[in-house]
């Protein structure tokens, strides 16, 4: 059993039979009397389990199975086989307290009223959700401080930026306090500093609430940025669930030193360094084990014709490429 | 209790977005006026001779009262609920801790202000028409008001219980087209039910079309006595209950199919 504000995810199985069909006229009038159905394996036999109070970041290429396994967590769908619990309750059953005490944010689609300012959703879902109006204007008070939404949400829905859009449809999710939040690409088609706005806020919500927080994001900033642990799954099944680092240093256990030269850098004496991945006249990219970053900066410093030099992580967009291409070899 | 300590807040809600659409809605208004069509045809007919006890003056006050009746008893909750479970919006109130058909209601319901707008000249027409005469016992109109509330809910929960069709078919617009065809025949919308032949109009009484459309306008014109109405009524509510329970089940059997297979 899983503490009031946990998720627990037992061998959850989702299949979808899906109608198929080959393009073309015959295969148009074919399908009418004849269909054929296809089932597709949306998620398979994935279990884990996020205590009360974690961020964890939700990962996987597109077709994944992520969306799929959050809308099983948030009780949209039934799951095929297996168990989920979310807060003590059993999501599917879609019971009062337990949709009291989730939400489902999703960055493609909105829960605002398009022709109406968003203080009507507002008003909306404080009587839907029975929030007392103490309550409904404390909490709104808190929300503004973190979302500075007050000016803006007098403003009909269609006339908002996107970016304002997504902080409004923020606030109505989050109007009744919700314990555990699922977060879909939250900050899909956001500018950087709003991305940056609604990272800021859903880190100020957790820590300020303790809600439990599972997050899908193609931004790996938002993940890097959020979630000390990732849960990666690919073509519906588990295939890292753990710390965000210790997941890096497996999978690629070197570091990127980014230098930047006044003058045309002598490469052979990069390359008995490290490996080289990037050569220009003035800038260069040099791939070290982690254990040899210190003495390899040491090294480097000593040219003088070195302008500047960073130490990076490889980018996650490029571990999880490595993790999903090494999970296909596993599996072939 | 929790639905009806919301309900205000979502009619009021509900109300904002229908002024909000108001030009919408008043061209989705004006769509329903084709009896106005039917006035000037039958009209025409019965300037020679009365046709019945239609003469050109009761067709004025009949169907001027079928556009005030349809307007108050309109609802749009099929075409939002087939464009919602097509598109996946529908996922969004399903998270929701209250039973969307309670918030559609309350959106629908809301509108009706705005349509009086239209419907109150019309009737005033028709009154001064002198074709008929608003009741005005208190029980003549309690009854046109529970004939209203019971058109409202027939026409509510069939559109529910066809919409929901789509959780199981791509569309189910082309059935509602079908049964928009039978309302249109059946309910009194294009001529008066006691100008068909017997059998037409005696088969007309016992399905639910009648309940939707002529019968609160038989009784807003005072053409119904009060044991017809009476009658009507317990028929109507019979209709209410039963296209209630169909759409529920309905409901939720499109609700078990989505959760299976999604939307």
Redesign the interface.
């Known amino acids: 059993m899983t503490s009031e504000r946990g998720i627990e995810v037992a061998s959850l199985s989702k299949d979808?039979?899906v109608h198929s069909r080959q393009a073309g006229l015959w295969n148009t009038v074919r399908s009418v009397f004849h269909r054929k159905y296809e089932t597709v394996h949306a998620v398979r036999d994935l279990s884990f389990r996020i205590e009360p109070g974690e961020r964890v970041g939700f990962l996987g290429p597109n077709g994944a199975g992520k969306t799929?396994t959050l809308?099983v967590l948030?009780?949209?769908?039934?799951p095929?086989s297996g168990a989920v619990t979310v807060a003590g309750h059993k999501p599917?059953l879609?019971e009062?307290?337990f949709?009291?005490r989730?939400?489902?944010v999703?960055g493609q689609?909105?829960?605002l009223?398009w022709?109406?300012p968003p203080v009507?959703?507002f008003?909306?879902?404080?009587?839907?959700?029975?929030i007392d109006r103490d309550r409904f204007e404390q909490t709104m008070k808190e929300l503004d401080q973190l979302l500075g939404i007050s000016e803006i949400a007098s403003k009909?829905t269609r006339q908002l930026s996107l970016g304002e859009r997504m902080k409004c449809e923020l606030a109505a999710a989050l109007l009744h306090r919700p314990e555990v939040l699922f977060l879909d690409e939250p900050t899909i088609g956001l500018d950087v500093s709003m991305q940056l706005a609604v990272r800021d806020f859903i880190r100020d919500y957790n820590e300020r609430t303790g809600a439990t927080t599972l997050l899908t994001s193609h931004y790996m900033d938002d993940v890097a940025a959020l979630c000390p642990r990732v849960i990666v799954i690919d073509r519906g099944r588990l295939c890292y669930d753990g710390d965000l680092r210790k997941l890096v240093q497996t999978i690629r256990p070197d570091k990127s030193i980014v230098l930047r030269y006044t003058e045309r850098p002598d490469r052979a004496a990069l390359e008995r360094i490290g490996t080289v991945t990037e050569y220009d006249s003035i800038k260069a990219v040099v791939r070290v084990p982690q254990q040899e970053v210190r003495d390899a900066v040491a090294h480097l410093l000593l040219d003088p014709k070195l302008h500047d030099l960073t130490i990076e992580d490889p980018p996650l967009e490029e571990v999880l490429r490595e993790l999903f291409a090494r999970t296909a070899e596993e599996g072939a | 209790m929790r639905v009806l300590r919301a309900y205000p807040t979502l009619l009021r809600v509900g109300f904002a977005g229908a002024v909000a659409y108001r030009a919408e809605m008043l061209v989705w208004m004006l769509t329903m006026t084709m009896p106005l069509v039917s006035l000037a045809l039958w009209s025409a007919v019965a300037a020679t001779a009365p046709v019945g006890r239609f003469g050109q003056r009761e067709f004025v006050g009949y169907f001027l009262a079928t556009v005030v009746v349809r307007q108050l008893t309109g609802s749009w909750v099929v075409w939002e609920l087939i464009q919602e479970i097509k598109s996946g919006a529908l996922a969004t109130r399903l998270l929701k801790p209250i039973h969307p058909l309670v918030v559609y209601s309350a959106d629908n319901i809301a509108a009706i202000p705005l349509r009086t707008v239209l419907a109150v000249p019309m009737m005033i027409i028709a009154m001064a028409s002198g074709a008929g005469q608003l009741p005005r016992e208190p029980l003549a109109v309690a009854a046109l008001l529970l004939s209203l509330s019971g058109a409202w809910l027939i026409t509510f929960f069939v559109m529910t219980a066809i919409g929901t069709l789509s959780f199981f078919m791509e569309s189910s617009y082309s059935i509602f087209e079908i049964w928009l065809a039978c309302f249109m025949l059946l309910s009194g919308y294009l001529l008066p039910l006691e100008l068909f032949p017997e059998w037409v109009r005696a088969t007309t009484y016992g399905l639910p079309f009648r309940y939707m459309l002529s019968f609160p306008v038989e009784i807003l014109l005072g053409l119904a006595g009060p044991a017809e109405i009476a009658r009507g009524l317990v028929v109507q509510w019979i209709y209410c209950l039963a296209s209630g329970l169909v759409a529920l089940v309905v409901w939720r059997a499109g609700l078990r199919r989505f959760g299976a297979f999604g939307g």
Request: aromatic content about 10%.
């Open positions: 979808y039979r799929t809308k948030a009780g949209l769908l039934h095929t599917q879609r009062y307290w949709l009291k989730i939400t489902l999703m689609k909105q829960q009223i022709d109406l009507e959703t008003a909306q879902n404080r009587a839907i959700y029975d009909p």
